[in-house]
């Protein structure tokens, strides 16, 4: 996943673009309508910068907070990052990190209310895809299995896509449906790479459910 600096500066590329769709053509019919449109395009400019610099500030306190363990603080500084920032890829990622935190202190349902405001507010895919897979793993804890494979229905990018199966399967386990659960397994174990630590664990749900994949595997070559 990109760094917060590379989403930021993602996100500043694609208003310059918004910006200039809109107003460029205007801007080419007189010299005062370009130099008035250059003004305000680097004052708009600025303005996004400074939007994403005191968000960055503000995203390092919620994860000082985070790391302290101090949920008053985290409660404060994520109300007040989504309050002035609702649009940075800074106050999505400060609502993920929030959400592990409230998760870790047993209040799912804070957690789940943080969650959710990312899918509502991120335009981000790879940030939608990480809230739709705790926002499962929630519903499952919770045993609301269907809620739990809702979130999954929607579409989610190629590189979520194994740890999406991944969680399927876990429901589907947890359903009582061995069959579903080892076919979703098995697609979760072929979509992730050889280097991934957690394929191991797959492989390991997979033996568990009957089918040994390394003996797949070499079977398949003969």
């Known amino acids: 996943m990109a760094s917060p600096l ?5 996100e ?3 208003e310059i673009k918004h910006f200039w ?3 460029g053509n205007a801007i080419t019919w007189a010299l005062i309508v370009v130099l008035g449109g250059f003004a305000a395009f680097n004052g708009w400019q600025y303005w996004q910068r400074k ?3 005191q968000a960055g500030v503000m995203f390092d306190q919620i994860e000082a907070a985070v790391q302290a363990g101090d949920l008053a603080r985290v409660d404060r500084a994520l109300s007040d990052i989504k ?4 649009n940075t890829t800074f106050a999505h990622q400060a609502a993920l990190l929030a959400a592990r935190a409230y998760y870790d202190k047993s209040q799912s349902d804070a957690a789940k209310s943080s969650l959710t405001w990312v899918l509502e507010k991120s335009n981000d895919d790879g940030l939608r895809a990480v809230a739709r897979l705790r926002l499962a ?3 499952l804890e919770a045993k609301a299995y269907d809620e739990a494979l809702a979130y999954l229905a ?3 990018p190629p590189a979520f896509a194994a740890l999406a199966h991944d969680r399927r399967g ?3 386990l947890a359903q009582g449906k061995p069959a579903e659960a080892r076919e979703a397994y098995r697609k979760a174990y072929e979509g992730l790479e050889e280097s991934v630590e957690y394929k191991k664990l797959v492989e390991i749900k997979l033996n568990a459910l009957g089918l040994d994949v390394s003996k797949a595997a070499v079977e398949a070559k003969k």
């Open 6 to 10: 590379d989403l930021q500066e993602q």
């Open 12 to 14: 500043q590329l694609d």
């Open 21 to 23: 769709k809109r107003y």
């Open 51 to 53: 939007q994403g610099a």
């Open 83 to 86: 309050e002035r920032y609702p």
């Open 137 to 139: 793993a929630l519903a």
């Open 154 to 156: 929607k579409e989610i």
């Open 170 to 172: 876990d429901i589907y």
